[in-house]
């Protein structure tokens, strides 16, 4: 399946509820594409659709960030989302030093930028993104 969008408001109206629908029960997102393609900019929405109150940023010096939004079935009212950059990791071996197989376990939303490094530990059920810049600066996502 593929969406296009053109700006915020198309992918914060359109395009979050609908990658959200397709993903289901899955929390493992995979996002793939190009430098400048928009993945955090994916990531920064589904944020605000969940009410995540911090500043999201993109990870990529850090390698993971953490988030919190409220949550009514969670324990203690909150649950996390994981935001991860694989980008500058240079082997497998360095993601499972980062704890890679913590973040694929555990309940949480992990919305993964760079994931081909880890291939190999995807679970199952993962939701696979591609985000595309096309000619007129529009994005596409396709997706499984």
Known sequence: MELIFR????????????????AGARRKWMLSG???AGKTTLV???CRHFGVQDYVTSPTFS????????????KEGQ??????????????DEAIDIGIEEYLGDP????MEWPELITPLWPEEV?????????????KILFL
């Open 108 to 111: 949480w939303f992990c919305w």
């Open 63 to 74: 390698l993971v960030n953490a988030y919190s939004y409220p949550d009514a079935e969670a």
């Open 44 to 46: 920064q929405a589904l």
């Open 79 to 92: 649950a996390l989302i994981h935001h991860l950059d694989l980008y500058r990791l240079k082997n497998l």
């Open 7 to 22: 700006d915020l408001v198309d992918l914060d109206r359109t395009v979050v509820p609908a990658l959200l629908r397709a």
């Open 34 to 36: 190009d430098i400048g």
């Open 127 to 139: 939701f696979k993104i591609n985000l595309e810049i096309l000619e007129d600066s529009s994005r």
